[in-house]
């Protein structure tokens, strides 16, 4: 079987290749050798198809139907289903960074604006873009927009987590976080060791036994294009316990709101270095300032106090996870043909890692990306996590993303032997969706049950079609034109 696939994950490439090459080589010549399939337009948004399928999230444990003490707490590797979800988690962070990044009405926010000679300021005013690319350092500059949106995610969490009396009773209603708080929050879950402290230091054993609330995170983003809405209970709950509204982005990006002594403390915290004899400046000048903006400015105090505590490291971690972030939004398994069988391979191949920590416990074992999406998943499951690799591995796993490159490159060299000794089967292996549809359709053949009579021909022919298809329907997503149809 894993010979199979090697050798058909090689020609799907090669054909892959040959179908790029010809597209590129064959523009403007008549007759091009190879075309992609075409397909028809939807009529109407009822005719769309719905990708990835309903039915994938269908296993999803609702936690305000299923009380806590009621849930099985045996041994159990995440599902399917949680893994789905996850992948939406993951493109909801990737979409809001961007629309940090890209937002230019932050940029008035923070007052980040490119330095132009003086007399191309009338220019500035007439072009905008044309300006920005007159100084070199804009971009990076605007960079500096995510970073204090993740120190205020960080202090906004903070403030939620200092609800804690509630917070139970309140996820097991389903009532969970807005997005940024939810980012840090996941963040801290992979990393045990500061979730734990964190959970002791504040007395709050039950969320160290808590399911992570994939159900409500699933209801809250969108298919279509990843965004992150509450519900209207959960937005007046968290308005009311921080005194902040749940989006804070669009708060932000709201400029013309603030007093000037708010926009002197932003444009500093952007531009120079913000200290906190500067917001008690602001807060000072104007005793009249509304609600929201005093609860800003406190937020701000939380953002910049550097305290050495159990989370003093949750700031660089929720920006080391931009990293994971963008790799998995490059796979885009979420929207592949295959994504059923890439997250059960990715969940069993998680299970047979977690054999080689009991096997071999004093190495490094380094996990491929699919097998850490379904880590990073059991991860936000503390208890669940803590059971499972206690069984399986035979002690508490740790997750440490701050090991360095060269000593990740050497652990994964190891692990991949290992892997292939103990299993017999490759670890490292192409996860792209042309390879990952072809695994999902040979296992599905009855190659499997000993029988030979395989149409190999049939099945590359439906695999490519399939690809072929979704990536269509992608590019259209992407482009926010109809979707394709297809009687696949
Ligand atoms: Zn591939």
């Not at 840090?184 to 045990?192: A, E, G, Q, T």
């Not at 069984?391 to 796993?397: K, P, Y």
Request: net charge neutral; with cysteine.
């Amino acid at each position: 079987m894993a010979l199979a696939v090697g050798l058909d994950q090689r020609a799907v490439h090669q054909c892959s290749r040959a179908a790029i090459q010809s597209q590129v080589s064959s523009y403007g010549r008549p007759n091009p050798p190879w075309e992609p399939p075409k397909f028809g337009i939807a009529a109407s948004k009822d005719e769309e198809p719905v990708i990835p399928r309903i039915s994938i999230f269908a296993g999803l444990r609702d936690e305000s139907k299923e009380p806590r003490e009621n849930q099985d707490e045996g041994v159990q590797l995440p599902s399917v289903a949680e893994c789905a979800v996850h992948l939406q988690l993951l493109e909801s962070f990737h979409v809001l960074r961007e629309k940090v990044l890209k937002s230019n009405a932050l940029d008035r926010t923070f007052s980040i604006w490119p330095k132009i000679p003086r007399r191309s300021a009338a220019e500035y005013r007439r072009n905008p873009r044309r300006a920005a690319a007159l100084d070199p350092t804009f971009q990076a500059r605007r960079q500096k927009k995510w970073h204090i949106f993740v120190d205020l995610a960080v202090a906004r969490f903070a403030s939620w987590w200092g609800e804690m009396d509630n917070i139970l009773r309140l996820l097991d209603a389903g009532e969970i976080p807005p997005l940024d708080v939810l980012m840090v929050w996941h963040s801290l879950l992979l990393n045990p060791r500061m979730y734990t402290a964190l959970c002791e230091e504040s007395g709050y054993q039950g969320m160290s036994s808590l399911r992570f609330p994939w159900k409500a995170v699933h209801d809250a983003i969108s298919t279509k294009d990843s965004s992150f809405v509450l519900t209207e209970s959960a937005t007046a709950t968290y308005s009311k316990q921080t005194g902040l509204g749940p989006d804070l982005l669009g708060y932000l990006a709201n400029f013309e709101q603030f007093a000037p002594a708010v926009t002197k403390v932003l444009s500093k915290w952007a531009n120079t270095e913000l200290r906190k004899a500067d917001i008690d400046q602001a807060l000072q000048a104007s005793p009249d300032m509304a609600p929201d903006q005093v609860c800003l400015l406190e937020h701000c105090v939380i953002a910049i106090d550097q305290q050495p505590g159990p989370t003093s490291g949750l700031r660089n971690a929720v920006l080391r996870q931009v990293n994971f972030v963008e790799k998995m939004g490059e796979q885009v398994w979420l929207r592949s043909p295959a994504l059923s069988g890439t997250l059960n391979r990715a969940i069993s191949r998680y299970g047979q890692f977690l054999v080689l920590f009991k096997k071999y416990p004093s190495t490094l074992l380094v996990p491929t990306l699919d097998i850490d999406l379904a880590w990073h998943t059991h991860l936000c499951s503390p208890q669940q996590y803590r059971l499972a690799t206690s069984h399986t591995a035979g002690r508490f796993i740790d997750h440490d993303d701050t090991i360095d490159k060269d000593a990740l490159e050497g652990g994964l060299d190891k692990t991949k032997d290992l892997f292939r000794i103990r299993f017999g089967e490759e670890y490292l292996r192409c996860l792209c969706w042309d390879c990952e549809a072809l695994r999902s359709a040979l296992e599905e053949n009855p190659v499997r049950q000993g029988c030979r009579e395989v149409d190999y021909e049939a099945i590359s022919e439906t695999v490519s079609l399939q690809v072929a298809y979704h990536r269509a329907v992608e590019i259209a997503r992407r482009k926010q034109e109809p979707l394709p149809v297809h009687a696949v």
